[in-house]
């Protein structure tokens, strides 16, 4: 599944191409992909026609593009699911397999293209849908000043890399949680856009293994791991993100090298680049979790009673 950098590799490449520009059309070819449109607010290939796009903007894996119109303001939110794409491609490419939507940008001075919606498993999604102001009033997320965030996003915490981040919060809910610090990263509600990838490269590099209760840990210790988290995350940025496979590539249709930099996602049964102990990959939570057992101790069971 695509998480924070694949995502933020997108709207980085979308928003040369989509600031400013008008829709001229709409091909909807799979109406499942439009699963969580706001029906009441109209039909969604009409809300577009016509309409005047804004640059991107992104929260964890949400990202969304404004839409310029008079009365409430709306935004053309998407949702990559396991394996959705957004790629831009010229007017005279026939659609490819697993196109779901297109939408014929008209950008003011340049050719046209086409904005396509490329899903192979059908866990993503495209809707129009209201924006609704911040409850911190800051910008709803990375790529605008606007205070405003699509209702469907508004219940998912910030990212690390956004400026609005609150730390001391997330660090407060995850010290009175007894839960592993792990399920701390994944829980959107705490900090969004972290997945299973950039949480094991984060561990690894706070030295901190999964299991270890957010109550047993320090604010410096919090600290640090925040610290890994947005070293791992602009490194995978600098590189394009992690591509495994073609589910996952930009706008281009370009994949990313991050994968080639991991130091223990997927590396299981080789040496730990900091202390060469054997890499193991364990159960957690019906996935997996990559780790070194000699840099990251498990947190010694307590004693009943």
Same mark, same amino acid.
């Given at each position: 599944?695509?998480?924070?950098?694949?995502?933020?590799?997108?709207?980085?490449?979308?928003?040369?191409?989509?600031?400013?520009?008008?829709?001229?059309?709409?091909?909807?070819?799979?109406?499942?992909?439009?699963?969580?449109?706001?029906?009441?607010?109209?039909?969604?290939?009409?809300?577009?026609?016509?309409?005047?796009?804004?640059?991107?903007?992104?929260?964890?894996?949400?990202?969304?593009?404004?839409?310029?119109?008079?009365?409430?303001?709306?935004?053309?939110?998407?949702?990559?699911?396991?394996?959705?794409?957004?790629?831009?491609?010229?007017?005279?490419?026939?659609?490819?397999?697993?196109?779901?939507?297109?939408?014929?940008?008209?950008?003011?001075?340049?050719?046209?293209?086409?904005?396509?919606?490329?899903?192979?498993?059908?866990?993503?999604?495209?809707?129009?849908?209201?924006?609704?102001?911040?409850?911190?009033?800051?910008?709803?997320?990375?790529?605008?000043?606007?205070?405003?965030?699509?209702?469907?996003?508004?219940?998912?915490?910030?990212?690390?890399?956004?400026?609005?981040?609150?730390?001391?919060?997330?660090?407060?809910?995850?010290?009175?949680?007894?839960?592993?610090?792990?399920?701390?990263?994944?829980?959107?509600?705490?900090?969004?856009?972290?997945?299973?990838?950039?949480?094991?490269?984060?561990?690894?590099?706070?030295?901190?293994?999964?299991?270890?209760?957010?109550?047993?840990?320090?604010?410096?210790?919090?600290?640090?791991?925040?610290?890994?988290?947005?070293?791992?995350?602009?490194?995978?940025?600098?590189?394009?993100?992690?591509?495994?496979?073609?589910?996952?590539?930009?706008?281009?249709?370009?994949?990313?090298?991050?994968?080639?930099?991991?130091?223990?996602?997927?590396?299981?049964?080789?040496? +730990?680049?900091? +202390?060469?102990?054997?890499?193991?990959?364990?159960?957690?939570?019906?996935?997996?979790?990559?780790? +070194?057992?000699? +840099?990251?101790?498990?947190?010694?069971?307590?004693?009943?009673?």
């Amino acid at each position: 599944m695509p998480e924070l950098p694949e995502v933020e590799v997108v709207r980085l490449g979308l928003e040369p191409a989509v600031a400013g520009a008008r829709v001229g059309d709409v091909e909807l070819h799979e109406p499942r992909s439009l699963r969580r449109h706001v029906r009441e607010l109209g039909d969604f290939e009409t809300l577009l026609r016509g309409a005047r796009l804004s640059a991107p903007v992104r929260r964890g894996k949400f990202l969304w593009l404004p839409i310029e119109r008079s009365g409430p303001p709306l935004a053309l939110l998407a949702h990559l699911g396991m394996s959705g794409q957004l790629l831009l491609r010229s007017v005279d490419r026939q659609a490819q397999p697993r196109t779901r939507v297109r939408i014929l940008l008209q950008p003011a001075g340049r050719p046209e293209l086409f904005l396509d919606f490329v899903d192979q498993r059908m866990f993503g999604s495209l809707a129009v849908d209201r924006l609704v102001p911040t409850d911190d009033g800051a910008p709803g997320g990375l790529g605008s000043a606007r205070p405003l965030v699509p209702a469907q996003a508004a219940h998912i915490a910030r990212d690390p890399l956004d400026p609005a981040f609150d730390e001391e919060r997330f660090i407060r809910r995850v010290r009175a949680s007894r839960s592993g610090v792990k399920r701390a990263l994944l829980d959107q509600r705490l900090v969004s856009g972290i997945g299973n990838i950039y949480a094991d490269e984060a561990l690894w590099a706070a030295g901190l293994h999964y299991e270890r209760p957010g109550s047993a840990l320090s604010r410096a210790q919090l600290l640090r791991l925040l610290t890994a988290v947005r070293e791992v995350m602009l490194r995978a940025l600098a590189e394009g993100g992690t591509s495994f496979d073609a589910q996952y590539v930009n706008v281009n249709g370009a994949s990313g090298y991050f994968s080639r930099s991991l130091t223990v996602y997927g590396r299981q049964g080789l040496p +730990c680049a900091r +202390c060469g102990t054997v890499l193991r990959r364990e159960p957690f939570m019906n996935r997996s979790s990559h780790l +070194c057992p000699r +840099c990251q101790p498990r947190p010694r069971a307590r004693r009943s009673g």
